[in-house]
């Protein structure tokens, strides 16, 4: 096993000096008692100086950025109080939490709303068969439904992969998965439907690929909670496929 480097250690502290010696020091214990006394008489003398006032006692006041932590803005001027002659300090802003992202748990999708696309479809669950899933390749049933990809991913808090949803694109009928081709676009909104709940997702891309290359694309990468939606591409029904890609949406 390889060995792990660690920095230098820091150095010891030299040890304390003992009890009091003899000698010079208690001769620099009494002076220092007599310099003690000689400044409690003058302090008397003199008494106290008033709190708030002089320049120690502006130097200890917390600055706009020290009592506001949470602003990135600058504060703003201080208003004068009309007949004192003192400044007025602004209250400290009030410190906020973010609402908390409400999101269903994780559950499988059930239908899916794309207002823009004008799809409304119900979604269906779909294991590959094993010749599917050696090939690398599959074929929905021939509907006009979604089919989720069982294997994969479900939406929703705790997800930990990418929901996906196929379905066909149809040649002279104007089936919703044919939409995707001609109306689907970055920024769309769309909802997922589970029975925990409804999730809002927003579109991020509309690609496509050539179905031989879809297998080794990024699609397939690891995301959690990322909706894809894929179909044939009308264009070129045999060739290629449209894919959009969607990311919840974030609250605020």
């Given at each position: 096993?390889?060995?792990?480097?660690?920095?230098?250690?820091?150095?010891?502290?030299?040890?304390?000096?003992?009890?009091?010696?003899?000698?010079?020091?208690?001769?620099?214990?009494?002076?220092?008692?007599?310099?003690?006394?000689?400044?409690?008489?003058?302090?008397?003398?003199?008494?106290?100086?008033?709190?708030?006032?002089?320049?120690?006692?502006?130097?200890?006041?917390?600055?706009?950025?020290?009592?506001?932590?949470?602003?990135?803005?600058?504060?703003?001027?201080?208003?004068?109080?009309?007949?004192?002659?003192?400044?007025?300090?602004?209250?400290?802003?009030?410190?906020?939490?973010?609402?908390?992202?409400?999101?269903?748990?994780?559950?499988?999708?059930?239908?899916?709303?794309?207002?823009?696309?004008?799809?409304?479809?119900?979604?269906?669950?779909?294991?590959?068969?094993?010749?599917?899933?050696?090939?690398?390749?599959?074929?929905?049933?021939?509907?006009?439904?979604?089919?989720?990809?069982?294997?994969?991913?479900?939406?929703?808090?705790?997800?930990?992969?990418?929901?996906?949803?196929?379905?066909?694109?149809?040649?002279?009928?104007?089936?919703?998965?044919?939409?995707?081709?001609?109306?689907?676009?970055?920024?769309?909104?769309?909802?997922?439907?589970?029975?925990?709940?409804?999730?809002?997702?927003?579109?991020?891309?509309?690609?496509?690929?050539?179905?031989?290359?879809?297998?080794?694309?990024?699609?397939?990468?690891?995301?959690?909670?990322?909706?894809?939606l894929i179909s044939c591409y009308t264009g070129d029904l045999w060739g290629q496929n449209v894919v959009v890609v969607a990311s919840p949406v974030k609250a605020g």
């Amino acid at each position: 096993m390889a060995r792990t480097r660690i920095p230098d250690l820091p150095a010891k502290a030299p040890a304390r000096r003992g009890l009091l010696r003899a000698g010079w020091d208690k001769t620099l214990l009494v002076l220092c008692i007599v310099g003690l006394l000689a400044a409690w008489l003058t302090y008397g003398a003199l008494g106290a100086a008033p709190v708030g006032r002089g320049p120690a006692a502006a130097a200890a006041l917390p600055t706009a950025s020290s009592t506001a932590p949470y602003s990135s803005a600058p504060a703003p001027a201080s208003a004068a109080t009309p007949g004192t002659g003192k400044s007025a300090v602004p209250a400290a802003p009030k410190r906020t939490t973010p609402a908390a992202v409400q999101v269903p748990k994780a559950s499988a999708p059930l239908r899916i709303t794309y207002p823009a696309a004008r799809i409304d479809v119900a979604v269906h669950p779909l294991e590959p068969s094993a010749g599917e899933a050696a090939s690398q390749s599959i074929v929905p049933p021939e509907t006009m439904d979604g089919y989720w990809l069982a294997p994969f991913g479900v939406p929703g808090a705790g997800s930990t992969n990418t929901t996906y949803v196929v379905g066909h694109s149809w040649q002279g009928v104007d089936a919703p998965f044919n939409r995707l081709s001609t109306l689907a676009a970055a920024g769309d909104k769309l909802t997922v439907h589970t029975a925990t709940g409804a999730i809002s997702y927003k579109v991020d891309s509309v690609t496509t690929y050539v179905k031989s290359t879809l297998k080794d694309s990024p699609v397939w990468a690891v995301v959690p909670n990322r909706v894809v939606l894929i179909s044939c591409y009308t264009g070129d029904l045999w060739g290629q496929n449209v894919v959009v890609v969607a990311s919840p949406v974030k609250a605020g």
